[in-house]
């Protein structure tokens, strides 16, 4: 199977009849417009592509392949690009639903015994696409993460963790910045400590001063105050 077929086959299915529209306009401006030669280098009829404007059913599989195959040998690169922010705003969109969705169902649960079911897989969910989740701008997550841990209180169970909240890719590289600038001065803190500094997860501390062979220095008056002025020094230039 070549690098094409393989493309073909792995995301025609998922084109929706607007992508196939779309990508067959492209078609028609390799031929200045021509739906006639357009149809022929898909080897598609020119009644198929009329037949797309009247009536509601899908394109075929079949026919998806086809317009994506004439793509890809026609302008891969283009395609290739077109194919992968398809897919990146399908991954999103239904990302936000699957938060939504087990959001909803926490507020409406009426037993804690199911929301110590759900509460892991939302709080497993977020972390694992939080890059994602900021980037896509789909869904308010602070309010989410704010009305599950209420209805975790009103019921006196344990919530998902706030430390989920995301901050701004800029604040997340100076807070790692801050923490890498912390660990390799040797800093007389323990890892809670260098969370509670940094503003970053416990456990994404902890794994980094494992990576990091890190072991806080002996505390010393002069230590203390290098280490104080230092962290003062970081936090000032990250407020601004």
């Known amino acids: 199977m070549t690098k094409t077929e393989y493309l073909v ?11 196939v529209k779309l990508l067959f306009e492209r078609l028609k401006k390799e ?6 030669e357009a149809s022929n280098m898909a080897n598609i009829q020119r009644k198929t592509v009329y037949d797309w ?15 994506l195959s004439a793509n890809l040998q026609t302008n891969p690169y283009e395609t290739i ?11 999103r969109e239904l990302l936000g639903r699957y938060i939504a969705m087990l959001s909803d169902e926490i507020q409406s649960a009426n037993t804690s015994k199911k929301i110590n079911q759900l509460c892991p897989e939302l709080n497993d969910l977020l972390l694992s696409h939080i890059g994602a989740i900021h980037d896509s701008k789909l869904i308010d997550i602070d309010d989410v993460i704010s009305n599950v841990n209420e209805k975790c209180n009103s ?29 390799g001065e040797r800093s007389i803190f323990q ?10 997860p416990i456990d994404f501390v902890t ?11 002996n505390a010393s ?15 000032t230039v990250n407020d601004q």
């Open 9 to 19: 086959e792995r995301y025609a299915q998922t084109l929706t009849k607007q992508d």
């Open 31 to 36: 031929h200045k417009g021509n739906v006639v």
């Open 53 to 67: 404007d009247n009536n509601t059913d899908d394109v075929k599989l079949s026919t998806k392949k086809k317009i």
């Open 81 to 91: 690009k077109f194919l992968v922010e398809k897919n990146a705003n399908d991954y």
């Open 155 to 183: 019921v006196g169970i344990k919530g998902i963790t706030e430390s989920i909240t995301l901050f701004e890719p800029t604040a997340i590289s100076a807070k790692i910045i801050q923490l890498l600038t912390l660990i």
């Open 191 to 200: 890892c809670e400590q260098l969370s509670h500094k940094t503003g970053l």
């Open 207 to 217: 794994e980094v001063c494992k990576l990091g062979n890190y072991t806080p220095i």
């Open 221 to 235: 008056l002069g230590a203390l105050q290098r280490d104080y002025d230092s962290t003062e020094t970081i936090k």
